[in-house]
């Protein structure tokens, strides 16, 4: 062997070692402790990926688990204020090159409106928002429904108390937030069910004190329980499903927003 050739395999052997050295050290941080973090945590705990978790004092729950290395609590604050401390955090810990799960909307938004920031630090599963934002924002995702001419609940967005006061709606209806990236009564339960016109002005005007009109939509409840409400979710690559699984959810008791007790059933695993 030639002196070139031994020099490039020691320098090939040394690649190696490095790029081994990064997967062994490299893990994900996973951006709440909730039961959706949970499932996160256990399944790359198991495969042997060290998993740190970002706590909120309401959802402790994943970082209970004996999968969880780390826990940390998140900050409060406007989103220049996480991101920053995502980036601090990285760099303080060695963090860098970690994969980031979001786990709910107001973490999803965070990441994807500072895509490019984050990107320096950490791989990331969330694309950037100007990719995402019609599909998080149920208000695009109303107004693409109606593009693709596709059913979906009578839909209105009043402004104000009189107009709610004179909105030509069936009952029963709910009042929901158009984004949840802010937690409060109305976000937490995602919804909130009205059968009359005194009951829904009376949720309107509290909703208002909890967010922004323009993000208040009302909306017919569809006929049906559990049994006919299905979602479907899907792992894609280059706008094509490799992966994909559908539910149905059943409920224990009438269908109600406020009824939070369900369990699913799964229809189709692909």
């Not at 320098?11 to 190696?16: G, H, L, N, R, S």
């Not at 963090?95 to 500072?114: C, H, K, M, S, Y």
């Not at 009189?162 to 009952?171: G, I, K, M, T």
């Not at 909130?192 to 009951?199: F, G, I, N, S, V």
């Amino acid at each position: 062997m030639s002196a070139t050739d031994l020099e490039h395999s020691r320098a090939k052997t040394i690649e190696v070692a490095v790029s081994s050295t990064r997967q062994a050290t490299s893990g994900a941080l996973v951006t709440a402790a909730d039961y959706r973090a949970l499932g996160i945590v256990r399944s790359l705990g198991r495969h042997g990926i060290p998993v740190w978790v970002l706590k909120k004092s309401e959802q402790p729950l994943a970082s209970l688990s004996r999968y969880a290395k780390s826990s940390i609590r998140w900050v409060n604050g406007p989103d220049a204020t996480k991101a920053g401390f995502l980036m601090d955090l990285a760099e303080k810990h060695g963090l860098q090159g970690w994969v980031l799960f979001p786990t709910d909307d107001e973490a999803v938004g965070l990441i994807a409106r500072n895509h490019d920031l984050l990107g320096k630090r950490f791989r990331l599963t969330t694309q950037p928002w100007r990719e995402i934002e019609r599909i998080c924002d149920k208000r695009f995702l109303h107004r693409l429904a109606n593009d693709l001419n596709l059913d979906q609940p009578r839909t209105f967005f009043p402004q104000s108390h009189s107009e709610v006061a004179q909105l030509d709606c069936p009952f029963p209806v709910i009042v929901k937030p158009a984004l949840r990236e802010e937690l409060n009564k109305l976000t937490a339960q995602k919804a909130w069910l009205t059968e009359d016109r005194p009951a829904l002005l009376k949720r309107y005007d509290m909703a208002c004190s909890l967010i922004s009109p323009e993000l208040i939509m009302i909306q017919e409840v569809v006929p049906g329980r559990g049994e006919a409400q299905f979602s479907y979710a899907a792992l894609c690559a280059e706008g094509k499903p490799v992966a994909s699984v559908v539910a149905r959810r059943t409920r224990r008791r009438a269908c109600c927003a406020l009824d939070r007790r369900n369990s699913v059933h799964r229809a189709d695993r692909s």
